[in-house]
Structures are given as structure tokens and as C-alpha cells.
């Protein structure tokens, strides 16, 4: 923290916005005090334990430093202060191409009760996040046009890369996003990449040094936690990934870890474009449980009723281990692990546990060089592998408890060329 920096305390039992902000007896009341604010490097956001910010929201454009990192924190003691955003804090979000099906949307219009717009060296940490939409008149929570809806987004835009972005230890729940709307800064956390006004003198929009960190997620929509969709995503075309195309379009040194992911509508948590991503120690559970044709009803001509675990998209060298994926619902997808379109996936060290749609997936002709080593699957269901018209999965070293009657090789969902090495699969009783 440098010398000029500034600490803002924000009160929503003792503060008034007329106040200074700059102690605890002259805090603000309220999150517009700070969303009006020019924060600078250094300087920190304290929002004090056991307020309600109410129908408010925390949008950030500003920037740290590495040296001095800008901190949205808490202070005090008790519950964590709470954002319930109420389907406020709404920007428009473009990506400024279409995406890579024409059933995704790419445009319009997402409420976030945390945002950080080409912002970069920023820490948000320690924070309970809402955003419901049952006081919206008229909206029904499967309306296939329904507002897309976010704890934490953060975007990158108009400056280029953008560095140090770290969320940790926040409580986020109640999210009602979107359950068709897969690639919008929709659920839990969402990270993006959107088409520059003027890429050749802004450069391109990405990450590098992005930390996700010991957040509980649940019953968000879609997602729990996506890090990294981009509109460069033509740039990532075929089944090699070169790593030279990752240090000019994609995301450098991502880590999601420690993380607990519960009850998402869709998929779990999925580190997107990005150079040898760390995702480990995260847990996945009960996800997958709005792909269904209970509330996935009215998506019109958008498809994707698929959701899986954990996994990775079209990423290079990507590292996974020490994770657990539990009782993800059955979907066209529904497995906990799946090297999708990825160069070089690694999968280690993980557990697995009746998840309905099976263990691991090696999805289509460009998951190339993935690898499945020494982790455990005990009584997934559905099949246990799908070796999906992939290539070349190496499947080593693995111990597979698998249901009587129960098939190793998923229905429909083989295809594929693996090599089994050294696995252990052992039969338990229906």
C-alpha cells in the first residue's frame, strides 16, 4: 500500500454517504459512494461484517498496481457483508463477433453484483454475493430470454492485457442467470474476453496471473465457476494448440483452487483458452441439476443441454489434480471429468463418485494427447469412460469401482482410440 493510498469503509448499519468514508465513524452507507469513487493503487474497499447492501451492486473499472494492488475487503466482526444484488448492476455485454456455435448468444444485457470492467491488480476477497430475480414481475426462471445474471464478472476489453486479477474466499449463492445462456457472464464467478473498439492500439484483450481461490458457489445458473471464454476464439481452430497463438490470444498462469462448487444449474468449473492452466483441490457437487426438461423447457433455438464436472476448453498443457466431482446429474454430458477440445489435457490424483453420466469423457477429434493417470472412480454411473471419437487418450495407472451391470465404456459414447495401462477395475455389487 503506498502512502497516498486510501482505506474506504462502507457501513450499511452506522454509515451515511454524505460521510468522508476514510474511517470506521465516517463510513459511507452504501456501494454508490464507492462505484462513484476514483479508486487508485493502493487503496482499499472495506465493507463492514454483518451489513446488507441491498438491491445494491459493486461495479470497479479502476486499476492497482503489482506493487499495490487495490483490496475489496471486509472489517469487523461477524457475519460476512452481504451484496444482494436483486437483478441490479446491469451493463451490456458484446463480444463483438458471434461465438463458436450460432446457438450461443454473444450479446445483451447481464445484471452482476460484482464487476470488474478492464480493471487489473484488484483482490475482491471475503464478500457473501446474491443476485435473485423473484421480486422481477414477469419473469419466470426458465424464460429462454431471461436476464443473464452474475455473482462476480470480470471482463477484458479495451486495454489490453490484464494482470492480477484475484477472487478469494468469497460466499456466492442465489444466483438466478440464465440456465441456456452458456458463454454470457452468467452464474457464480464468469470471466471474459470481449472484442476491442481498436485491438491494434489497445492489443489484445486477455489475462495473465488470474487467481480463483477458496470460494464456496451454489445454486448459481448456469455456471459455478468460468474463467477465460473469449471472442479470439477463432484463433484456436483445430486439434493442435500452438502455444504462440496462447501468448498472443489466450491466458497465462491461471489457477482456480480450493474451490466448492454445489448445485450449479450447469457445468461446474471450466478454465477456458488458457496456456497450462493449475486447476486442483476444487470440489464439484451436485452440479448438472438444471439440465433437465423440468426447467431446461423453453430454450428455443438454442441448444446445449449439456453439462459436465470439471473440465477444461481448448486449452494447452492444462493441469488437473487433487479434485472431487460427486453426484453430477445425468445430461448428454453428466460426467465429473472431460478433456474437451484440449492439447495435452492432464488428469491426476482425482476422485470421482456417482456421478450419473460416468467418470471421465475424451470429447471429439480435437481432445488430442490427454492423459488420465492414477486417480479413482468409485461407482460412477451410466459408464464409466467415453472415449468419444478422440484420438489418442492414455488411460494409466487408474482404480475403477465400478457397478455390477453398469458398462465401462458409456452407451453411444465410444468411438474413440485409448490405451488402458496398469488400471486396477474392480466389480461392486448393484
Request: glycine share 10%.
Amino acid at each position: 500500500m503506498t502512502s497516498l493510498s486510501k482505506t474506504y469503509y462502507v457501513s450499511s448499519k452506522r454509515g451515511n454517504d454524505s460521510n468522508d468514508g476514510l474511517n470506521c465513524e465516517t463510513a459511507f452507507a452504501s456501494l454508490f459512494a464507492i462505484n462513484h469513487s476514483s479508486l487508485k493503487p493502493g487503496d482499499r474497499v472495506l465493507l463492514e461484517r454483518g451489513s446488507v447492501f441491498y438491491g445494491q451492486y459493486l461495479h470497479i473499472t479502476d486499476s492497482g498496481s503489482k506493487e499495490a494492488p487495490i483490496v475489496i475487503g471486509v472489517y469487523g466482526d461477524g457475519e460476512p457483508p452481504r451484496i444482494e444484488a436483486c437483478g441490479q448492476g446491469i451493463w451490456y455485454q458484446d463480444y463483438g463477433n458471434p461465438l463458436d456455435a450460432p446457438t450461443h448468444v454473444y450479446h445483451g444485457y447481464v445484471s452482476s453484483a460484482v464487476l470488474l470492467y478492464d480493471a487489473e491488480y484488484i483482490i475482491v476477497e471475503d464478500l457473501e454475493i446474491t443476485n435473485e430475480a423473484s421480486e422481477i414481475i414477469g419473469e419466470q426462471y426458465s424464460l429462454g430470454d431471461k436476464m443473464n445474471r452474475t455473482g462476480v464478472a470480470v471482463v477484458a476489453k479495451d486495454k489490453g492485457v490484464r494482470h492480477g486479477i484475484t477472487l478469494r474466499n468469497l460466499l456466492i449463492h442465489d444466483v438466478h442467470g440464465n440456465v441456456y445462456d452458456k458463454h454470457m457472464n452468467n452464474g457464480g464467478i464468469y470471466m471474459t474476453a470481449l472484442r476491442p473498439k481498436c485491438e491494434e492500439t489497445t492489443g489484445v484483450a486477455r489475462y495473465q496471473d488470474v487467481t480463483v481461490e477458496g470460494c464456496f458457489v451454489y445454486q448459481v445458473s448456469r455456471w459455478g465457476i468460468a474463467v477465460g471464454y473469449t471472442y479470439a476464439h477463432e484463433k484456436f481452430q483445430g486439434a493442435e494448440l500452438d502455444e504462440e497463438t496462447f501468448l498472443k490470444y489466450g491466458h497465462e498462469n491461471m489457477k482456480i483452487c480450493d474451490n466448492y462448487v454445489k448445485a450449479a444449474g450447469g457445468d461446474g468449473i471450466t478454465a477456458m483458452y488458457a496456456l497450462r492452466p493449475l486447476v486442483e483441490h476444487n470440489m464439484a457437487d451436485s452440479i448438472a441439476c438444471e439440465m433437465n426438461d423440468r426447467i431446461y423447457c423453453n430454450p428455443g433455438d438454442k441448444a446445449g443441454k449439456v453439462a459436465a464436472g470439471i473440465w477444461p476448453w481448448k486449452c494447452k498443457d492444462a493441469l488437473f489434480r487433487y479434485n472431487e466431482v460427486a453426484d453430477t446429474r445425468l445430461n448428454q454430458d453428466g460426467m465429473a471429468y472431460d478433456a474437451d477440445s484440449g492439447d495435452g489435457t492432464i488428469y491426476e490424483y482425482n476422485y470421482s463418485r456417482q456421478n450419473e453420466g460416468g467418470c471421465v469423457m475424451f470429447c471429439l477429434q480435437e481432445a488430442i494427447h490427454n492423459t488420465f493417470r492414477k486417480n479413482e472412480s468409485f461407482d460412477d454411473l451410466g459408464g464409466t469412460i467415453s472415449p468419444s471419437e478422440n484420438p489418442d487418450a492414455l488411460i494409466e495407472e487408474n482404480v475403477f469401482y465400478v457397478r455390477k451391470g453398469v458398462p465401462f465404456v458409456r452407451k453411444n459414447m465410444d468411438g474413440g482410440k485409448y490405451e488402458l495401462v496398469n488400471n486396477k477395475i474392480f466389480e461392486l455389487d448393484e
